[in-house]
């Protein structure tokens, strides 16, 4: 199994080609399930979309914001998260194929867990459009919950951590 260093950085305008020709393909992907309708793969796919959502996009918090996963040169993936008082909602999660299976998603996944447990993060929620990869979230201490098809809530008691 090869071995990459992963890089977070937050998306800049400069990053937007990478960024769309990635979330293209992702939307593609999961087309090809039935989490999405032709209606919502033109949406997604439609220039006023992204005019929209580039629009949204850092303004305050709870607008939408984007993480790279770079190996330092290369785009490898991305994650499409917004952050409301102490709750993560990921939107979208999505490695390139052929970086799968290699533990970058796990490892990206972990350093953006840590990110927004020191932004006081305690419950992370996941779109429908996550489930195409349900195994790789319940890797990840993901369950099914009443109100969301995939949580994880993080209780902290004193110095313990509680993962539930």
Request: charged content about 25%; aromatic content about 18%; proline content about 2%.
């Amino acid at each position: 199994m090869k071995q990459f260093p992963c890089i977070m950085k937050p998306a800049s305008e400069a990053d937007f080609k990478s960024f769309w020709h990635m979330f293209d393909n992702y939307i593609i992907e999961l087309s090809h399930t039935d989490l999405l309708d032709d209606i919502y793969l033109e949406w997604y796919l439609s220039d006023r979309f992204r005019s929209d959502f580039e629009h949204r996009l850092d303004k305050q918090l709870g607008s939408p914001a984007i993480l790279l996963i770079t190996d330092g040169e290369k785009s490898l993936g991305f994650c499409i998260y917004e952050f409301k008082k102490n709750q993560c909602y990921v939107k979208g999660f999505f490695i390139k194929s052929n970086y799968r299976h290699q533990g970058i998603g796990s490892a990206s996944w972990k350093m953006i867990e840590t990110k927004m447990r020191q932004n006081n993060a305690n419950v992370f929620r996941l779109s429908k459009l996550c489930n195409h990869c349900s195994n790789f979230w319940k890797q990840q201490g993901f369950h099914g919950s009443e109100n969301y098809e995939w949580e994880k809530r993080i209780i902290k008691r004193n110095t313990f951590s509680f993962i539930f």
